[in-house]
């Protein structure tokens, strides 16, 4: 089901090396883009199962290590509304990541960072606040996209930020939500055989730049503020994006 890591061109390496150095940075600036930009950099070169298990297992390190900080700030009660729906959603996002070609989902995948990166980037808000079915609802559609394409973040991001919470309220939402889903992401995609040896190999390898980038964004070393860290993400996933339509439609 893999592409190996050996087939990978030493471009297709070094794009990968950089779209984890990217992600990681974005992690610890603003704990949001991670999956993102890990999963559509990634994918331009190997298969999104690959970018997809190994993205749950970072996922869940990068999430207890950001835990400490942001606990008090986290909003228990929406945070489990969107595990509620989550749950089902990721059983019928695995059948599409086990029942869909490999190039469709690639373009799915890159046709859906382009749409939700460019409304998160506009500043899209909601004309009202979202009540407990809402926030469910928007849980089911988090849990279909992580399970088929490991980017069930984005819905979530999008949700919180277009609902008017607070940047501080949205990054610890978004970390206690990650490590709940991903957890969740690991028992499903071990049982279908997404998460192997070769995953858990490549995640051990990329978890010194992990923590390295999430330092150096937490402690601000580029200068920049989270939210224009942000806004740099954004673009850069929308870049992404827009190759990743292009190659699917053109090669």
């Not at 942001?70 to 086990?98: C, D, H, N, S, Y």
């Amino acid at each position: 089901m893999f592409i190996p890591l050996s087939d990978v061109s030493p471009i297709g390496l070094a794009a990968m090396f950089a779209g984890l150095c990217l992600a990681s940075l974005a992690r610890g600036y603003s704990g949001f883009g991670f999956s993102a930009v890990l999963i559509a950099s990634w994918s331009l070169v190997t298969d999104p199962a690959k970018a997809i298990a190994v993205t749950v297992l970072l996922e869940i390190i990068a999430s207890v290590i950001q835990a400490f900080s942001v606990w008090k700030q986290i909003p228990w009660k929406r945070v489990f509304l969107l595990m509620g729906g989550a749950t089902p959603g990721m059983l019928l996002g695995v059948l599409v990541l086990t029942s869909v070609p490999v190039n469709t989902l690639k373009l799915i995948l890159a046709v859906f960072v382009l749409s939700a990166a460019g409304l998160l980037s506009l500043g899209w808000k909601l004309k009202a606040r979202a009540n407990n079915v809402g926030t469910f609802g928007v849980g089911v559609a988090s849990g279909i996209v992580n399970g088929s394409i490991g980017m069930g973040g984005l819905p979530v991001a999008l949700f919180l930020t277009a609902d008017g919470d607070s940047p501080s309220i949205i990054r610890a939402a978004v970390v206690a939500y990650f490590f709940l889903l991903d957890m969740l992401g690991l028992i499903l995609f071990s049982h279908i055989g997404i998460i192997s040896v070769e995953t858990v190999s490549i995640a051990t390898m990329a978890f010194p730049v992990l923590l390295l980038g999430m330092y150096l964004g937490t402690r601000h070393f580029l200068g920049a503020t989270p939210e224009g860290f942000r806004r740099v993400t954004l673009f850069m996933l929308m870049g992404i994006a827009i190759i990743g339509i292009l190659r699917s439609l053109l090669f």
